[in-house]
């Protein structure tokens, strides 16, 4: 009897307690929001995220969503899986018995297979439907460990990821610095079709979305991306208009000039059609659009038709009669109960249900439908507000005040109607996740530092034993950054950059001022041959300077000194022509024009390149490369003139030019250096840290590289 009690009790077409909390949401819906296709409160509570839980990732992106600290926090499996169980209890408990809740915070697969497997298991456990977050750079044996328990057997039968790839992303292997979207395709590639081998070898099912963050940069190749990914595997494609939520070093200004109207309509120009996203709507639509339906070959369709009644009709009918049915997690045969049960009960929906199959098979075309694969594909826009506005809106909504200010009053009810919730159990309250992210992540992560320190390794040199292996990020720092070599000590020259930095001015460094002091001396006094011998001497002792600086310890007021040094000879010796020779004053001025602008320009941008990468971590010194008239030139000019000054105006002449080109090279790749996105930082390209299992001054070990949410039946989180 209590077997046949339990069966009746799981057949039920609609949990009370869900219907309960389906009511409830509906109740705390601003009217704004109460629309005919919104989901809330009629078949879902919304999606819901984790926070804090492993802030740290080892990609960087521009914008960047984590806090400046997020990445100075250790990875924990333990504070993971404690963290990801408190939040989703209160989730469970405030929000009902299911939904869609995403591992989220950094990078997912910094956890250990075990830790993640773990925290998928929790949150199932408190009816939450996960789907991990990640940024898809992983190795399929890290999927394998995810999903495979000890023994070898599928300990999860069903995963959900949601991989985010765009080109605003760096430190990717293979590809750090993605020139455009469709040199990430292969990627997005390999990436799904990791999770199809996994079904084919361990009987895994899957759901993959596809998300992508949207600037000025990338606005044009969203309609490519939809257009070419759209039959790699993915379920849903999420596309997000930059907004400031996170590290403002990693933020620019014209971020904000991308609008969701503006992504939307790309969206539809990938698909080749337009996306009607009010048939169903998650909260506000200023901050969610969807569209769900299917490709039939080249041909996108909805499964509603917004400007068809019966469409509309099918949809209420959805709502009314199984909008608190589970589909998502219920077993195939006991879903097919449930939905035999509310037919019987409600007859209409048989013919509602046959009326649109006849509806959908006319505009496919039966002959589509049969020669082409139907693959259900979804687009998503969710668009996160800006910290200028949240800031202030939660402040007020704090106090129970409406903001008087229209743009805040918006932000308000966006945040009213918040589809995309996070739990903080401390207090017992849920917060809009661009609350958690403009508002609360700073000091969160902050805090989190203190109690997960990074560990302190011991530096070791390369090549030692035990020194660190800088795995596949190694390519974010060297070939992330084609713009900026590492140091070398090739003939400086005032059309030439210069190591600003790091160097100790040995003593070879002032015999060589000293001999170059001479040079322009003896070229004010027309001494030619002794001119010449001194600037060569110059040259050999400066070269000579840089060896023997690192092999002492090089120092910042070294660097200083040599550049300093450097600079004075070589236009010390023009001056000195100036004097020798007054038929070539003009050129020499000119020179020493070119050679000041040439000069400004080299050292401000190695300044403001310096500070951009200051937070590398690296010890290198940085020059700018580049330029018609580098060190090499300027030795070979000086020799020139000392041989033959009787020629001195016109190759004086000849060198200003050169040097004036080098000026203009040198300011047009500074601008574009320094409007690109800016570089991998430590905060986006940190170490692989151990986990907690592994000692704290361990050598780091390399690990497993690793990896959202199943269900194609049901309308997933369309959130990130
Ligand atoms: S997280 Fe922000 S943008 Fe997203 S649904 Fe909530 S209020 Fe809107």
Known sequence: MTRIREVVRAARPADPEFAAA???????????????????????????????????????????????????????????????????????????????????????????????????????????????????DIDYDYLEMLVLGP???????????????????????????????????????????????????????????????????NLGQVAGVVRDCRVMGYGMFSFQPAAFVGDQRRWHEDYRDVTGDQVWTQIERGAGTTLDYRVFEHGDVRCNRAAYGFWAGDRWYPFLDGSDPGDLAVRDAFFRYFGPV?????????????????????????????????????????????????????????????????????????????????????????????????????????????????????????????????????????????????????????????????????????????????????????????????????????????????????????????PVARAGTPTDAGGFLDIVADFSVYAGIILGLAIAVPGARLACVALLTAYYISGTAFLALSSLAERRRQRLGDERSLRFVGGLAEGTETIAVYILLFLLPQHATAIVWAFTAAVAVTAVQRVHNGLRLLRAPRPAEPGGIPRRWPTPKASATAPLPLRVRNPRHNGARELPCPAR
Do not use: K
């Open 22 to 136: 389906l009511a409830r949401r509906w109740a705390e819906l601003p009217e704004t929001a109460r629309t005919p296709g919104q989901l809330l409160g009629r078949h879902a509570v919304g999606c819901e995220g984790t926070h804090g839980v492993f802030p740290q990732c080892d990609l960087a992106c521009t914008p960047c969503y984590h806090s400046r600290d997020a990445n100075q926090v250790r990875v924990d499996g333990p504070h993971t899986l404690a963290q990801v169980r408190a939040q989703m209890g209160l989730l469970r408990d405030q929000r009902g018995p299911r939904a869609h809740a995403q591992l989220i915070g950094g990078e997912v697969t910094l956890l250990d297979p075990d830790d993640h497997a773990a925290a998928l298991a929790i949150m199932r456990a408190h009816g939450r439907e996960p789907m991990s977050f990640t940024h898809g």
């Open 151 to 217: 023994g070898g057997r599928p300990r999860l039968r069903r995963v959900s990821f949601a991989a985010h790839f765009d080109s605003l992303m760096f430190g990717r292997r293979g590809l750090p610095r993605p020139p455009d979207e469709a040199s990430l395709n292969p990627y997005r590639q390999a990436f799904a079709a990791m999770f199809a081998r996994l079904r084919r070898e361990h009987g895994v099912r899957y759901f993959l979305a596809h998300s992508m963050t949207v600037t000025p940069a």
């Open 326 to 546: 589970n589909f998502t997690g219920t077993p195939a045969g006991l879903l097919a109960v449930r939905i035999a049960l509310i037919a019987a009960r409600h007859p209409r929906v048989i013919t509602l249900a046959a009326a649109w199959a006849a509806r959908a098979l006319r505009r496919v075309g039966l002959r589509r439908l049969l020669a082409r694969r139907v693959r259900p594909v979804s687009y998503v826009m969710h668009q996160f507000m800006d910290a200028v506005d949240v800031t202030p809106a939660w402040e007020l909504m704090q106090r129970g005040q409406a903001s008087t200010d229209p743009r805040i009053r918006a932000t308000q009810e966006r945040l009213a109607a918040c589809h995309y919730a996070m739990a903080h159990p401390e207090d017992g309250t849920l917060v809009p996740a661009c609350v958690q992210h403009c508002v609360l992540d700073p000091q969160e992560n902050r805090d989190l530092r203190v109690l997960l320190p990074l560990p302190q390794v011991p530096r070791r040199r390369a090549g030692q034993p035990g020194a660190p292996v800088r795995g596949r990020r190694a390519g974010a720092l060297g070939a992330g950054n084609a713009g900026f070599a590492a140091e070398s000590d090739a003939g400086p020259g005032p059309g030439h950059g210069r190591p600003a930095a790091g160097r100790r001015r040995g003593s070879t460094g002032g015999a060589g001022w000293a001999a170059g002091a001479g040079a322009c001396a003896a070229t004010a006094l027309r001494a030619w041959p002794a001119a010449l011998g001194l600037w060569l001497a110059n040259r050999l002792l400066d070269g000579l300077d840089g």
